[in-house]
């Protein structure tokens, strides 16, 4: 399978976001890729701590974001990772949850993930509160596949290996990890914890970022990056928005868990 990330500098502008997605989707497929996977908080970024009841908040049935990613998966024939968008929590109209979602080739929404480790610290250039408009999920989710079973985190949860063990029990060979990394985190952070997941884990990471600054008082790392199960970094996009590609070769990662079978020499 060819998989690819893509890179995006997202604001408010619902409109603009969703067109510059369509533009980095058509570009990986045209490079070939059958799985393309894109940043959290893909549709909208908004300011820090920003409280207010989130303008676009939906359904995951009939909303705009839900149906703009059906449609360019079933476009372009391809596995579609759209990052996060805000979904509606019915029992608390002030806040959503940041859900991750995977569309099938033909359109159909095949899996959701509302993001359970929530993004509340106050490290040096950056004190964020994500609570204070999200609602934690509860649930691991594995999606599987014809291609492949695909693990969905979104960004935070990649402090918290126990959830990747959870979805390497339930089969996961890929792992989504769709961010908004702060560039202090970021640069001390992000390729130590991803490389980590990928080889503890014997899985694939797909990791696809937002970059640079969205508003006054929001900027993200970028450097979105495709790991193989031996921590190896496949493919990184430079900065700015763009995508890359990489071969996740499924038979190697098959002979790297026969190996060296870490995942079954686990003792608790």
């Given at each position: 399978?060819?998989?690819?990330?893509?890179?995006?500098?997202?604001?408010?502008?619902?409109?603009?976001?969703?067109?510059?997605?369509a533009?980095?989707?058509?570009?990986?497929?045209?490079a070939?890729?059958?799985?393309?996977s894109?940043?959290e908080?893909?549709?909208?970024?908004?300011?820090e701590?920003?409280?207010?009841?989130?303008?676009f908040?939906?359904?995951?049935?009939?909303g705009?974001?839900?149906r703009?990613l059906?449609e360019?998966a079933r476009?372009?024939g391809?596995?579609?990772?759209?990052?996060t968008l805000?979904?509606r929590?019915?029992?608390?109209?002030?806040?959503?949850?940041?859900?991750?979602v995977l569309?099938?080739?033909?359109g159909?929404?095949?899996?959701?993930?509302?993001?359970?480790?929530?993004?509340?610290?106050?490290?040096?250039?950056?004190?964020?509160?994500?609570?204070?408009g999200?609602?934690?999920g509860?649930?691991?989710?594995?999606?599987h596949?014809?291609?492949?079973?695909?693990?969905?985190?979104?960004?935070?949860d990649?402090?918290?290996p126990?959830?990747?063990?959870?979805?390497?029990?339930?089969g996961?060979?890929i792992?989504?990890?769709?961010s908004?990394f702060?560039?202090p985190t970021?640069?001390?952070?992000?390729?130590i914890?991803?490389?980590?997941?990928?080889i503890?884990?014997?899985c694939?990471?797909?990791?696809?970022?937002?970059?640079?600054?969205h508003?006054?008082t929001?900027r993200?790392?970028?450097?979105?990056?495709?790991?193989?199960?031996w921590?190896?970094?496949?493919?990184?996009?430079?900065?700015g928005?763009?995508?890359?590609t990489a071969?996740?070769?499924?038979?190697?990662?098959a002979?790297?868990?026969?190996r060296?079978?870490?995942?079954?020499?686990?003792r608790?």
């Open positions: 399978m060819i998989a690819a990330v893509v890179q995006m500098t997202s604001g408010v502008d619902l409109t603009h976001n969703l067109e510059r997605a533009h980095w989707i058509a570009r990986a497929a045209q070939g890729a059958e799985l393309i894109l940043p908080n893909m549709p909208i970024l908004r300011e701590n920003d409280s207010a009841p989130h303008p908040a939906q359904d995951m049935k009939d705009p974001v839900v703009f059906s360019q476009t372009h391809v596995w579609l990772a759209g990052g805000p979904e929590v019915p029992e608390d109209p002030d806040r959503v949850y940041n859900t991750a569309h099938a080739p033909d159909e929404l095949c899996a959701s993930y509302r993001k359970i480790h929530l993004f509340d610290v106050d490290v040096p250039g950056a004190v964020l509160r994500e609570s204070r999200a609602a934690a509860t649930e691991a989710v594995v999606a596949t014809v291609r492949a079973a695909i693990g969905l985190t979104v960004c935070y990649l402090r918290f126990e959830l990747y063990r959870e979805l390497v029990a339930r996961a060979q792992l989504l990890v769709p908004a702060t560039v970021g640069r001390d952070h992000w390729e914890l991803l490389r980590a997941r990928a503890e884990n014997q694939f990471v797909l990791a696809a970022g937002q970059y640079g600054e508003n006054s929001r993200s790392y970028g450097r979105s990056m495709i790991i193989d199960p921590g190896v970094v496949l493919a990184t996009v430079p900065d928005e763009g995508f890359a071969r996740l070769d499924f038979e190697a990662q002979e790297v868990r026969r060296l079978p870490a995942l079954a020499h686990r608790l």
